[in-house]
């Protein structure tokens, strides 16, 4: 995950593709560090989208508009005065480097052409778009960097802008096999930190692929490599850069399940036994990409007061549960009162008085026992006492053996709503999930007259054989999908012994064949607990053999001679049909 300069390469030659030649038709600067440029070219209209966001520096086309404020940032209103109506002669990449120019053709006051250079920067937290002349003078910048600020370059009006070389690294496009050697292969660190340490551009994701590429360990150290490995490495490295002058780019984002992980501008070897969904343009990538990156960030901070309110209650619970099974590991000696007792009353007569303890013979085990006494009581009243001890640890096992289950089927429910909170992919999602934790008391209900409004819907996917999957998001969704929405002859999958959802595969008139068993019960594993696991064992059965458990928690069910397969929870593959 990294805009490095093999992303910035990709971006670059399909920047100045689609816009070499287009006329600047609009300027608009809808954050402080970002700015939106719509452009007209080959009768077609396109919006460019550059950040110098600290966080999130990025550029990429788009489709999705931003408008500016109303009153325009002076950065803007002289972007706009000098090149609103310019055209973009080429965009290029500077060697390796993380950038982007622009250079623009305009006319100035005196109507003669002028040239002037917009310098995209995207370095992380130095990230900047600046302006120049020609000649690179800069004429403003988004942001503006003093001396005081730092002591390597000052981005300011009026003074000369320069690439910064705060580390000398070699230009991977045009390193000798003797500099690399001598460099990247001599140094004492891991191949793949010397290599994103010494060569421009580099990021450690394709560090890593470089090393994956070439059969050699990354995390061994660079110079204990032998020659022809070192050579295979350089020319795995060559290979790479040629592709980048061909333009052989092959934009993709590589997916954990559901959850993006990765992109690149080329394919990543290293990731091969993952879903790599590839795109037509790095844009694409990007804005889908930090799209659904955004999604699942913005989902987890909705979702954190409901994570804690569960968190809590199932620490109190699981300690509870702690507890209670300790204490009822306490009650286990209650026979042996009850046994005392009946011994005292059958061999008492044989007590001395005042003595401190009776042997006598367990006619259970034939074996003889010592049974202690207390010396002031007669062996009538040691056996009350007994009897006594026995009858409170029996009361206290039985309330136990029920505050166990109710405080285990607690956690198991707790559990549940975890699992429906992993799940949730959006707000509407979020709004069963705290009703269910308000209806079981853990949230306070706030009366404000209005009734809730349910817009959520199961996930809906459709099998390789044309079969409909459906899958719940919580534990409200399950019953409804197992005990109102499925008929007796559908197919109904679970993960085994785990919190997760409930998965129906409609049927229809005949038996689905066995793709579609295996796809539904990837989607159970997928969404359940053991999300992400290689191996899970999945339960199915037909709906029909499915039970409510009587007073139990909504989602919680009980089944019989039912059938198992273990597989593996990536559901890449597996078409889902977005809800309308």
């Known amino acids: 995950m990294a805009l490095d300069g093999t992303v910035i390469s990709c971006m670059a030659w399909e920047l100045n593709h689609a816009l070499a030649g287009g006329k600047i038709n609009k300027i608009a600067q809808p954050e402080k560090d970002e700015l939106m440029l719509t452009i007209k070219n080959n009768r077609k209209q396109y919006r460019l989208l550059v950040s110098a966001s600290a966080s999130l520096p990025l550029v990429y086309l788009t489709d999705q508009n931003k408008t500016g404020p109303m009153t325009a940032p002076n950065f803007c209103m002289l972007l706009r005065k000098h090149i609103g109506s310019g055209r973009i002669l080429r965009i290029w990449q500077p060697g390796m480097e993380r950038i982007l120019n622009m250079e623009i053709e305009h006319l100035n006051e005196l109507g003669d052409i002028c040239r002037k250079l917009l310098i995209i920067e995207l370095m992380g937290k130095h990230s900047n778009i600046i302006f120049c002349q020609e000649d690179g003078m800069i004429l403003d910048s988004i942001k503006h960097v003093s001396a005081q600020v730092s002591s390597v370059r000052e981005v300011l009006p009026g003074r000369m802008y320069f690439i910064p070389e705060t580390q000398h690294k070699y230009d991977p496009q045009t ?31 394709i560090a890593e692929e470089l090393c994956h590429r070439s059969n050699l360990e990354s995390d061994q150290s660079a110079n204990s490599f032998q020659e022809i490995e070192q050579i295979h490495l350089f020319h795995t490295l060559k290979r790479m850069m040629e592709d980048l002058e061909t333009h052989a780019f092959m934009p993709n984002i590589v997916y954990d399940g559901k959850v993006p992980l990765e992109y690149a501008a080329f394919l990543l070897t290293q990731y091969q036994d993952m879903h790599t969904e590839t795109y037509d343009t790095m844009s694409e990538v990007l804005e889908r990409y930090y799209a659904e990156k955004n999604t699942i960030t913005r989902i987890r901070q909705k979702s954190s007061d409901l994570r804690r309110i569960v968190q809590t209650a199932l620490d109190r619970s699981r300690k509870k549960y702690d507890l209670q099974k300790k204490q009822l590991k306490d009650t286990e000696k209650r026979d042996k009162f009850r046994i005392y007792g009946e011994l005292l009353n059958t061999y008492g007569y044989e007590a001395v008085p005042g003595s401190r303890e009776l042997s006598a013979v367990n006619y259970y085990t034939g074996e003889t026992v010592k049974i202690p006494l207390d010396p002031t009581l007669t062996a009538q009243e040691n056996a009350k006492k007994y009897f006594d001890r026995y009858g409170k640890l029996k009361r206290t096992y039985e309330a136990l053996e029920h505050l166990i289950k109710e405080t285990k089927e607690e956690i198991q429910h707790l559990e549940s709503i975890s699992t429906a909170l992993d799940i949730a992919l959006n707000e509407e999602d979020l709004v069963q999930v705290k009703e269910e934790l308000t209806q079981y008391g853990y949230i306070r209900r706030k009366y404000t007259g209005k009734r809730v409004k349910i817009t959520s819907k199961p996930f809906h996917y459709l099998s390789s054989d044309g079969y409909d999957i459906y899958v719940g998001k919580n534990n409200y969704q399950n019953e409804e999908l197992t005990f109102k929405f499925a008929t007796g002859n559908d197919w109904w999958f679970h993960a085994k012994g785990a919190p997760g959802s409930h998965v129906i595969v409609k049927a229809g008139q005949g038996l689905p064949p066995d793709r579609t068993f295996e796809e539904a019960a990837r989607l159970a594993a997928w969404y359940s607990s053991h999300r992400g696991a290689d191996k899970v064992e999945v339960d199915y059965v037909e709906k029909k053999q499915v039970k409510k458990v009587n007073g139990g928690k ?27």
């Open 175 to 205: 390193i000798t096999e003797e500099e690399f050697f001598s460099s990247v292969c001599q140094k004492p660190m891991p191949l793949s930190k010397a290599i994103y340490t010494t060569l421009t551009g580099i990021s450690p994701l």
């Open 554 to 580: 909504p989602g919680f069910v009980i089944y019989h001679t039912n059938y198992s397969m273990v597989i593996d929870s990536d559901i890449s593959g597996i078409r889902q049909i977005k809800e309308k």
